[in-house]
């Protein structure tokens, strides 16, 4: 809000003129929604009489193709990852498409072994359970055992680190692999690679903790464009 608040005023021609001022594509709608929730609460607590977002129609948004990584790119980047823990995270990442708020929430105490899913607190402050392959549980257990992490420290993530930590670790693993490395790509491909392997998309939404189908169809849709290829590649003419 600083960059709109210090320049603009709360008026319907300004805010459509910062928003026009930007060069984020997509990420304009996100300016928008924080200038939506600022004048709705202006108004509510009786400090502006009109609001000034009923006249202002949202950016429209790109639907570009997204990036999802293959099976061989993730395990090429958990090789490269430095040590047992990042190993782990991007496998984590990967297999259950979590957010990196839900990957902070993650205990030891809420890892389940036998069921091979772990508790984590999600979107809303929503709790849900997240599943993960074998190759992850065998990553994690070997970074418990080298780190040593104390079942009782119940006031710290199992990864001992903050969220800053995590984004300068998948920076510098973007920049050795040249391989597009953050939450939302590992989200995606988690979305992706089930898809490829036939899960159908309820499923999909609920394992990955979205309560619509929305941003499930839209993250498949270069799969579905794949599918789609590979049958008209079959077409003789």
Not at 27 to 33: D, E, S, T, V
Not at 40 to 51: A, E, F, V, Y
Not at 186 to 204: K, P, Q
């Amino acid at each position: 809000m600083k960059r709109f608040v210090s320049n603009y005023n709360l008026t319907p021609i300004d805010i459509n003129q910062f928003l026009a001022s930007l060069d984020c594509r997509n990420g304009k709608n996100a300016y928008y929604r924080a200038i939506r929730a600022f004048c709705n609460w202006l108004h509510r607590q009786g400090l502006i009489n009109n609001n000034p977002i009923k006249m202002v129609d949202p950016p429209k948004m790109t639907k570009v193709i997204l990036p999802s990584l293959t099976n061989e790119q993730v395990e090429y980047l958990i090789d490269q990852a430095e040590n047992a823990r990042d190993k782990a995270i991007i496998s984590l990442f990967a297999d259950s498409g979590l957010r990196l708020s839900e990957l902070l929430s993650i205990k030891e105490f809420s890892i389940d072994w036998e069921s091979q899913t772990v508790i984590i607190w999600g979107k809303g402050g929503k709790q849900r359970k997240a599943p993960f392959t074998r190759r992850t549980a065998e990553l994690l257990g070997e970074y418990l055992r080298v780190k040593g992490v104390s079942t009782v420290n119940r006031n710290m993530n199992v990864w001992n680190i903050r969220r800053r930590g995590v984004q300068i670790m998948l920076y510098r693993l973007e920049k050795k692999t040249e391989l597009p490395c953050n939450p939302h790509t590992f989200r995606r491909t988690f979305v992706s690679n089930l898809h490829r392997a036939g899960l159908d998309v309820e499923h999909i939404m609920r394992l990955g903790g979205w309560e619509s189908l929305d941003m499930v169809l839209r993250y498949t849709r270069s799969v579905k464009f794949e599918e789609s290829l590979r049958l008209y590649q079959r077409i003789e003419y």
